[in-house]
């Protein structure tokens, strides 16, 4: 069963550019995840999906980060413009079905993302 | 709001000691509480879980037991290996009818030889 794949591996861009992420979850899994992760501490939820509907938005910078999930599969997320404090490491994650609190989590590589 | 709390690390033991990292959380309800490991290089994976108070998880010598009464779910290992140098997050999801999962900052382990 192939994983969770994400790209690009490694992004280095300048603050006030723009950047996108795209993530392809694991084959039948409802629900995706996009997660913040700063050197040193734990992955933070930027938005959650559900097929194609948005779950949870809450801690998702709307006025620089926006998401999508096009036709409940693959999803984007971009930063426009981006901040020196937007470095981090960037997770995508998927589950059968994360309105089952007990669903493991399948997590991609990630992206690192350095503004400079 | 939810949240999970890790004793700070690194962690760092000789081959074969015991394990010990202690977690607690602040949730309301009744949360799933997972504990997830990620090795050098590599992305996170789920290493074991408990879904209802009293629950032990385990798994490659790892447990760990979901108490309600204390709010803590302290991943143990009796005898640790090289292989098991790595970052582990403790986590939690729903509770209070929230879904949103949460996060411990991370605790690094460091078994030398």
């Known amino acids: 069963e192939a994983g969770v794949a994400q790209s690009p591996r490694y992004k280095i861009i300048e603050k006030r550019q723009s950047v996108a992420f795209w993530c392809n979850p694991i084959?039948?899994?409802?629900?995706l995840y996009w997660y913040q992760q700063i050197l040193g501490q734990g992955p933070k939820l930027l938005i959650q999906?559900?097929?194609?509907?948005?779950?949870?938005d809450s801690q998702l910078p709307k006025d620089r980060f926006s998401a999508e999930r096009l036709k409940g599969v693959d999803s984007t997320l971009k930063i426009q413009p981006a901040k020196l404090e937007d470095s981090a490491v960037y997770l995508c994650?998927?589950?059968?079905?994360?309105?089952?609190?007990?669903?493991?989590?399948?997590f991609g590589p990630g992206t690192r993302l350095t503004v400079l | 709001g939810n949240s999970v709390t890790q004793m700070e690390g690194p962690v760092t033991l000789s081959e074969e000691a015991f394990l010990t990292i202690n977690c607690t959380y602040t949730?309301?309800?009744?949360?799933?509480l997972f504990w997830y490991v990620q090795y050098p290089g590599e992305g996170l994976q789920l290493l074991l879980k408990?879904?209802?108070?009293?629950d032990k998880g385990s798994n490659k010598g790892f447990e760990a037991t979901y108490r309600k009464e204390t709010t803590s779910f302290h991943l143990e290992k009796g005898s640790v290996q090289v292989s098991d140098s790595a970052v582990y997050f403790c986590?939690?999801?729903?509770?209070?009818?929230?879904?949103?999962?949460?996060f411990g900052r991370g605790t690094s382990l460091i078994v030398h030889p």
């Open positions: 986590a939690l999801s729903g509770g209070g009818g929230s879904y949103i999962p949460t």
């Open positions: 408990a879904t209802k108070a009293d």
């Open positions: 084959s039948g899994h409802a629900t």
């Open positions: 949730a309301t309800g009744y949360p799933s």
């Open positions: 994650a998927s589950s059968l079905d994360g309105q089952a609190w007990s669903n493991e989590q399948f």
């Open positions: 999906f559900q097929n194609n509907g948005v779950v949870d």
